[in-house]
């Protein structure tokens, strides 16, 4: 339909306004709508035909079209009206009978309404038929900046983030999320999703996760192994007469080694500013424990290792910070590898 030339800014005024046939009719609506239309509110098929921001009408002429737009006007009172050749019940895209088509041809170049009047009734709400089915099938058109469209609402109840005081929690830019909202709503968590989300709503260069991570589990003391102790008499399902059976719970200490419930994310080359937002002091640090807390289904313990950018790290100057704290960003002379910091988020 059309060309894709944008709308042009001086839509204004009362009378004829400039030529619109070389304007492609979806875009003139979204530029009308967006500029006259109520403030933060989306077009409704629900609107008064009064309250309309454009009222439509069908080119009489038979002649073949030359383009989709014959003409734009505006009212007195602020409304337009926008003579359309692509859609409608009179002209050569009407599908009623040629005397009918005939007959509003002969009224309207005599500038007489009749017939054609009555018809521009069901022509006005047929191509806003049109003009809604295409703008409800292209999030770029509805999304507003926040995602506060009603799509977008939508959107964020299906990956939990349907309030507002959850997504207050956290400290990011949540429309980001947006663009995985399908993936967020699978029961699964794969390291590559977790990774693309940190970086992608942080925007960080270089993130990575190392699984099997090895941790000390600590053994409730009701749980430990004691010598003469049996276990209380309940026939349940994993009963065992014992709580010292070799091979079966027999375990020598308070702890025990675990590789399944623990991972290392790695966020590298950072500069000095970033890493120090990610220290638990730093404005980042709060926004991605809560963050990570979010995308887990299963609540893994984690750590977080920072890692700085060649030539990032300086040698220690006193009154300082990002130079003189003790075990993070104070070094004597210049390191030979990019420094970095494990930092424990959850045991």
């Known amino acids: 339909m059309a060309t894709y030339g944008p709308a042009r800014s001086d839509i204004e005024g009362t009378g004829i306004l400039p030529d619109v046939r070389g304007i492609n009719f979806y875009v003139l609506m979204e530029s009308l709508y967006r500029r006259y239309g109520a403030p933060n509110q989306d077009p409704s098929l629900r609107t008064e ?34 003579t359309t050749k692509f859609l409608g019940f009179s002209g050569g895209q009407s599908p009623l009978p040629g005397y009918y088509l005939d007959r509003m041809a ?9 017939l054609k009047a009555f018809l521009d009734l069901f022509s006005h709400r047929w191509t806003q038929f049109a003009y809604h089915a295409w703008r409800k099938y292209r999030y ?7 995602g506060t469209d009603a799509f977008s609402q939508r959107m964020y109840a299906l990956v939990g983030l349907g309030n507002q005081s959850v997504r207050d929690r956290l400290a990011i830019n949540h429309s980001k999320m947006l663009a995985y909202a399908g993936i967020l709503a699978t029961p699964g968590r794969s390291p590559d999703v977790v990774c693309n989300l940190v970086s992608h709503c942080f925007d960080l260069p270089d993130v990575s996760i190392e699984s099997w991570q090895l941790r000390k589990v600590v053994i409730a003391p009701d749980q430990q192994n004691r010598l003469g102790v049996r276990n209380a008499k309940k026939k349940t399902a994993g009963y065992v007469p014992g709580r010292s059976v070799i091979g079966v719970n027999f375990t020598l200490g308070a702890r025990v080694p675990d590789r399944s419930g623990k991972f290392l994310l790695r ?10 937002s990610f220290l638990p002091e730093g404005e980042n640090h709060q926004a991605l424990t809560m963050f990570i807390a979010f ?9 977080l290792r920072l ?9 220690m100057l006193l009154g300082d910070r990002s130079r003189s704290c003790i075990g993070r960003t104070a070094f004597i002379g210049q390191p030979k590898t990019p420094p970095s910091v494990t930092l424990h988020i959850r045991d």
């Open 267 to 276: 966020l590298s080359n950072l500069s000095m500013a970033r890493y120090l």
């Open 307 to 315: 890692d700085l950018a060649p030539e990032q790290a300086k040698g």
């Open 106 to 114: 002969r009224e309207s170049a005599q500038n007489e309404e009749g």
């Open 295 to 303: 995308l887990l289904r299963d609540q893994f313990a984690w750590d």
């Open 140 to 146: 770029y058109i509805c999304f507003r900046n926040g």
């Open 49 to 82: 035909p009064e309250k309309e921001v454009a009222l439509f009408k069908s080119d009489a002429s038979i002649a073949f079209p030359c383009s989709d737009l014959s003409t734009l006007e505006r009212s007195d009172s602020g409304q337009f009206t926008l």
